[in-house]
């Protein structure tokens, strides 16, 4: 059976290059420390340390196991964190970004009842319909819509089954009338937004195994999509967007759900983060009370 300090140990040597300073550091000696990377290295059946007068380092074996000797300590001290968090309540900052029309519509109040029940939590939310950079930003997770263009982040599904549905004021449909076929968007004034400097004109929609992409177009424009939603709520024109913005506009009668024999293209909301060690136990619990909210918006969807 392997023991965690033998682990532990094994590990800060490895990052430290040096027995002695960590041992220094785990608060034991440096025989003990030797004793503990033999006994590790003999229930393995491998040499991960090379060691010299001068110098320790790993050895390709001890690189390859490093890996997970570290995922291992990380998946255990993330639980203990949740151990902790469940009996003391959740407590620190933690830094959100949204984008612009889920954040101040949708998210904030979820977030209100949320913090209620962890009151020792402090909430920095930043909202932005542009990608969040993790490495400049101060920001621990990110919600967005679709997969992040960035293989090496984390993305946790929030809300996988979320799609675009194509939306207008009843206003509007009074005086200009309803599409009844994609192609009958291009007689339509369609409010774009734009994401990274690129107008999104491109909509897609399916019925059964029928597609249909076309390119469309309106007098409007903007890089916020709150301002999008809310222009198509005024009756300035059609609108595609994510169910989870505009369900609550839908249920109030502001705006209505057109083309309902097609599905808008699919738009997944995840919960994005650089490292798995920024899962935290206030993330996790965060992640599964969005899924419910989610959940409860997509119950009533039109597809």
Not at 43 to 62: D, I
Not at 152 to 172: D, E, F, I
Request: glycine content about 8%; some cysteine.
């Amino acid at each position: 059976m392997l023991r965690l300090d033998d682990l532990a140990l094994f590990v800060r040597t490895a990052e430290l290059g040096s027995l002695s300073a960590a041992a220094r550091e785990l608060d034991c000696s440096p025989a003990v420390a030797s004793a503990a990377l033999k006994r590790l290295e003999s229930q393995l059946g491998s040499r991960l340390l090379l060691r010299s007068t001068r110098s320790l380092r790993p050895t390709a074996e001890g690189e390859r196991y490093l890996e997970h000797a570290r995922a291992a300590l990380a998946s255990l001290e993330a639980g203990r964190q949740q151990l902790a968090c469940g009996r003391q309540g959740l407590g620190g900052v933690l830094q959100i970004a949204a984008p612009s029309d889920f954040g101040r519509n949708v998210l904030l109040p979820w977030l209100d009842r949320f913090q209620s029940g962890h009151p020792q939590l402090a909430l920095r939310l930043l909202l932005s319909d542009r990608l969040a950079d993790f490495y400049r930003q101060p920001v621990d997770i990110a919600l967005r819509y679709g997969a992040p263009e960035d293989s090496s982040l984390v993305a946790l599904p929030v809300a996988p089954s979320n799609r675009r549905v194509l939306c207008a004021s009843p206003a509007y449909c009074a005086q200009h009338g309803r599409p009844r076929r994609p192609e009958e968007l291009r007689g339509h004034n369609c409010l774009l937004y734009m994401l990274g400097g690129r107008v999104h004109e491109r909509w897609s929609f399916t019925a059964g195994k029928r597609r249909e992409a076309l390119t469309v177009a309106g007098n409007r424009v903007s890089d916020d999509a709150d301002v999008v939603r809310r222009w198509a709520v005024a009756g300035q024109g059609l609108v595609y967007k994510s169910w989870l913005d505009v369900a609550d506009d839908v249920r109030a009668g502001r705006l209505e759900v057109l083309l309902a024999d097609w599905q808008g293209e699919p738009t997944p909301l995840n919960l994005i983060c650089a490292h798995r060690d920024q899962l935290s136990g206030a993330v996790r619990l965060l992640r599964e009370f969005l899924q419910q909210r989610c959940a409860e918006q997509l119950a009533d969807a039109p597809w």
